[in-house]
């Protein structure tokens, strides 16, 4: 089966083949022809496996006919990275049909984004918060919608965002075609289908859940190694572009700085960065500018990065859901990839709940040639900030030092700044209240 099989429209089908379309993948065989039927549907398929696609051909070729310059299709990701993916995979599959998609997320200005909401687009992809905000401050106008998407929505379910989205839907038509994509459906997600789609189709490539493109490996290791541990597997592990997780942000600019002093052309992404630095890291990490990208979980669902060989969890992850997206940033495309989990006696919990997930036990290894026997120092100090340079004190200005003539009357003056003694502020406040100076405070 080819994508010629769906009729698209000439102007699309010349972007699919400039973008390199050719065999449409699972999920893309039993999603577009229900969508372009315009039924509701629920897509469930692994990571990598082009459920982008599976929506945003559907929609553009809706959306070749009718109005132009009004918002018709939404789609709603829960990160910013996300959102821009998607944006450049409309533009580059519709740069012929002169229908124009605009991303909306914070993290950036809100003028610009109004700016080119009034000039007019068909297509927006947003993220929950920043729609809101132009949905309460009317610069956007979401009443001729007839395409919503929800991309990726067990992360925002994860994420919180299912309040939002939940205040979101009563701003759009009753009456619109629904699409819900995920790659987990957790309990939480199924309720919300329930409630915003009609009648769906149903449409499941594989079973939700890992990619079978992807070996998976435990590294056992104490908290203080995992740092020296990585830079021995990066040493002597045949890799091409490398995703390394962190739980924390702090962390995760810590090993990034880290990877750089040893060598390695490595940079780091997460929340703290402003939108332009977290595009120059993806960017660079895309065009292999950098070899190493150190992330927080907010980044593993922006990443679309075929090269990447491995993905390496410094951190185990919060629940088996994000160990899946983590790993899915590798084995895309039906390429093989590896993940490797560095392991604490912490994490026993969590490694038991993949287990399950994954169906079979997970390999432990150990590196040959590493000490592991190094012990723990007395306070882990790898990822302790530095400590701060005591403030020098500030030194006391000299005192006026009065220079009265022999027998002058004239009394020395105190600076501005100086504060009358103790003994003067109690008389002033324990004046008499017949006192000439009070009367003259009560006459002002």
Do not use: W
Request: hydrophobic letters at 40%; a positive charge; aromatic letters at 4%.
């Amino acid at each position: 089966m080819s994508f010629s099989n769906f009729n698209f429209h000439p102007y699309i089908a010349t972007g699919m083949t400039a973008a390199g379309y050719a065999t449409p993948t699972p999920i893309q065989k039993q999603a577009i022809p229900p969508v372009l039927a315009g039924r509701d549907v629920m897509g469930l398929a692994q990571t990598g496996t082009g459920k982008t696609a599976a929506f945003a051909l559907p929609i553009l070729q809706r959306l070749m006919q009718g109005e132009r310059g009004r918002v018709r299709a939404l789609v709603v990701a829960p990160t910013r990275e996300l959102a821009e993916q998607i944006h450049q995979s409309i533009e580059k599959l519709g740069h012929k049909t002169r229908l124009k998609s605009v991303t909306v997320y914070g993290g950036v200005k809100l003028n610009p984004q109004v700016d080119k909401l009034r000039r007019g687009a068909e297509i927006v992809v947003a993220c929950p918060g920043r729609l809101l905000d132009h949905i309460n401050q009317g610069t956007i106008d979401l009443s001729r919608l007839e395409v919503l998407v929800l991309d990726e929505a067990d992360q925002m379910f994860d994420m919180g965002f299912l309040p939002d989205i939940r205040r979101l839907l009563r701003h759009v038509p009753a009456r619109r075609q629904t699409l819900l994509f995920s790659a987990t459906m957790p309990a939480g997600i199924r309720t919300l289908a329930q409630e915003i789609l009609t009648n769906p189709v149903t449409v499941q490539a594989g079973t939700p859940g890992t990619a079978v493109t992807v070996s998976h490996a435990l590294y056992p290791v104490g908290q203080h190694l995992k740092t020296p541990l990585l830079l021995e597997l990066l040493r002597h592990t045949d890799t091409g572009s490398v995703l390394v997780f962190t739980r924390t942000k702090h962390r995760a600019k810590r090993v990034g700085e880290q990877l750089e002093k040893a060598g390695y052309r490595a940079a780091s992404l997460q929340g703290n960065l402003s939108q332009n630095r977290r595009q120059a890291a993806l960017d660079g990490f895309r065009d292999g500018t950098f070899q190493v990208l150190v992330a927080t979980d907010i980044a593993a669902r922006g990443i679309d990065v075929s090269q990447v060989s491995h993905v390496i969890n410094y951190d185990m992850p919060d629940t088996a859901e994000a160990y899946t997206h983590r790993i899915g940033r590798t084995g895309r495309a039906a390429r093989t990839g590896d993940a490797f989990t560095f392991t604490t006696g912490d994490d026993a919990p969590m490694v038991r709940t993949i287990e399950c997930l994954l169906g079979a036990p997970l390999e432990r290894r150990t590196l040959p040639g590493f000490d592991y026997s190094v012990p723990s120092p007395q306070r882990d100090a790898e990822f302790a900030r530095p400590p701060r340079e005591p403030r020098q004190a500030r030194k006391p200005e000299a005192a006026q030092q009065a220079a009265p003539a022999a027998g002058s009357r004239t009394a020395a003056v105190a600076p501005p700044s100086a504060k009358a003694p103790k003994a003067s502020r109690r008389r002033a406040r324990t004046t008499s209240p017949g006192s000439p100076s009070l009367q003259a405070q009560r006459s002002r």
